[in-house]
């Protein structure tokens, strides 16, 4: 990643990823002098999402996905900054593995294992 990626909030990758997002949210909306709603409607979220994680609510996946591009970060970052990913960013030999048997697969055949992987935590 450029260094100077997050320079425009004043951020650097170094620091952002042991910040708690609740922190980075309230770091932007400071630094982009905005409100709740108003960074809920970028990341087309629902203002009282916004508000729960800020008070110190998890978010999923996918609020995170709508989250990074707004917040101008990574999602991988914001997933880890959220706890959805570990804070090391060394992988195991096992997410290795599956990274590169990932990696090969074509576009459909990807869809179709996220979907499987969907289904299998839904198991829980």
């Given amino acids: 990643m450029p260094s100077n990626y997050l320079k425009p909030w004043g951020m650097n990758p170094e620091n952002t990823m042991d910040r708690p997002l609740k922190d980075i949210i309230t770091s932007t909306l400071d630094r982009q002098n905005i409100s709740i709603r108003e960074l809920a409607r970028r990341a087309n979220l629902a203002h009282p999402t916004i508000s729960n994680i800020i008070n110190g609510a998890a978010p999923t996946y996918e609020v995170c996905a709508k989250l990074a591009p707004v917040l ?41 294992v996220l979907k499987f992987m969907q289904a299998l935590k839904d198991e829980k």
């Avoid at 997933?79 to 599956?98: F, I, V």
């Avoid at 590169?100 to 074509?106: H, Q």
């Fill in 72 to 112: 101008n970060l990574p999602l991988e970052i914001v997933l880890r900054s959220a706890g959805l990913l570990p804070a090391t960013e060394k992988l195991t030999p096992d997410q290795q593995h599956m990274l590169y048997l990932y990696n090969s697969l074509g576009t459909d055949q990807r869809k179709y």
